[in-house]
Each structure stands twice: as C-alpha cells, then as structure tokens.
DNA sequence: CACAAGATGAAG
DNA sequence: TTCATCTTGTGC
C-alpha cells in the first residue's frame, strides 16, 4: 500500500493531508456519496493554495467564501458560478495551506434512479455526473455541503476506491477552463473512461 | 455602492 | 455559437 493508493478511510485522511498533486491522483476512483447517489470518481483538477497558482481560489488570500479552503483536509470547498452551478472541491494539504481538489467528473455506480430524477434531460448513463456542475447536479450538492467533513458519517460521504487506480490509467493534461498557468498539467483523469468531461479551453466571457 | 468576470451547461 | 443568470471580490 502506497500513499497514491488509499484502501482505508484512514489512509485517504492521510493522503489528503499532503501534497495536493498526489493527493488529487489519488482521489481517482474514490467514492462519493450524497443525496442517494454514489459516484466513481474519474476526473479531478488540483489547485494549490496561495502559493503561485492563479487559478485557485485562495490565491488573493483568505475571503468568506474560500475559508474552509484554509481549514483542515477532508472538508468541502462548494462554490457556485456562473449565476447557475455548484461544484465541490476537496480540501487537501496541512491545515492554514489553501491547496483543494476540484472534482470534475464521476461514473454512477448506485442510485442511478436518484440521479436521474436530478437529471431528467440526460439521455446516456454516462453523461449524469460527466462535468464538475452536473456531478452536484446528479448528487443532490449545493450550499448546504460547504464546509462538510467528507470523512465522516455525515450527509456526503468521500471513501476509497473499491479498488485501486493503476497509475499507468492515469493520464494528465492542462486545467479547464483556466484563464492562466496552461503550462501546470494539474488535470487527472483515469484514461479512457467514458464519464470523463470533454476538455474545453479557457475563452473569456466578453461583455455587450 | 457599482460593476466585471467567472474552475459551466444546455440548446440551437 | 450563444445564452442563461448571480455571487464574489474589487474599485470608486
């Protein structure tokens, strides 16, 4: 057992707590479970904390809505865009370290009904958690989750893969839509796999 | 207090 | 390709 594999609840609070690059990769294959519905974890995004990566939420400091960002791992960041969307991060890295991991994409693997009703106009099993928005969507995750220990027995649940994620399954590119820092190949996803979300590069909104 | 931009999704 | 739609952070 290696850190990049994580068997038990134990050992993911344990991988969450470091870095967040391995941290991410190891969050492939993991479970989530809310609102009835479990999801297989098959994309996710790493964002560091503060320290030199735009992207992330934290990297102008501490505000309202990034705070449990700075609080300890295992916790959810949920944030909503784009006037409409919610998506859920995963806190990771030593506690006062903003790092989190965006989770991007998900295979239903129990309460496909649940989903469904979230998601009535979705034709294809594939597409109910395919996309960071639609995978709150399909899980029933809004505001209500922020802050949430996901590692405990409350009502969203994160637990380990059934079984590990090889890692010659796992592939690597540029974050979506990420206005900077194209060069950090910070997205992973297990390869082939039909949930994952289709890549769109970063196009700023214009205003009219 | 005003405003611009945004880690997106669904339809046309 | 376009629109829906609103929170957050920042600047005046």
Redesign the pocket.
């Known amino acids: 057992m290696t850190a990049a594999d994580p068997v038990t609840t134990a050992d993911l609070v344990e991988l969450l707590a470091g870095p967040v690059v391995p941290a991410a990769r190891g969050l492939l294959g993991c479970r989530l479970a809310a609102g009835g519905v479990t999801v297989r974890i098959t994309e996710v995004?790493a964002?560091a904390g503060t320290a030199g990566d735009p992207?992330?939420?934290?990297h102008?400091?501490r505000?309202?809505?990034?705070a449990v960002?700075f609080g300890p791992a295992g916790h959810a960041?949920v944030?909503?865009?784009?006037?409409?969307?919610w998506?859920v991060?995963v806190v990771t890295g030593l506690d006062g370290e903003a790092s989190?991991?965006?989770l991007?994409?998900g295979e239903v693997v129990d309460g496909l009904d649940a989903a469904r009703a979230r998601?009535p106009?979705?034709r294809r099993d594939v597409?109910l958690a395919?996309?960071?928005?639609?995978?709150c969507?399909a899980l029933g995750i809004d505001?209500s989750a922020y802050g949430l220990d996901l590692l405990g027995d409350g009502p969203v649940r994160l637990r380990p893969p059934l079984e590990p994620v090889a890692e010659a399954a796992i592939e690597a590119g540029p974050?979506?839509?990420?206005?900077g820092a194209h060069d950090v190949p910070w997205r992973f996803w297990i390869s082939g796999d039909p949930t994952v979300?289709a890549y769109?590069r970063?196009?700023?909104?214009?205003?009219?």
């Not at 970063?202 to 009219?208: A, D, M, N, T």
Request: hydrophobic letters at 35%.
């Open positions: 995004e964002y992207a992330s939420h934290a102008r400091g505000t309202p809505r990034n960002m960041y944030y909503f865009t784009y006037g409409m969307h998506c991060n989190a991991v965006l991007r994409a998601r106009a979705v597409d395919r996309g960071p928005a639609r995978l969507a505001r974050r979506v839509g990420v206005t979300s769109r970063h196009v700023p909104r214009v205003r009219r």
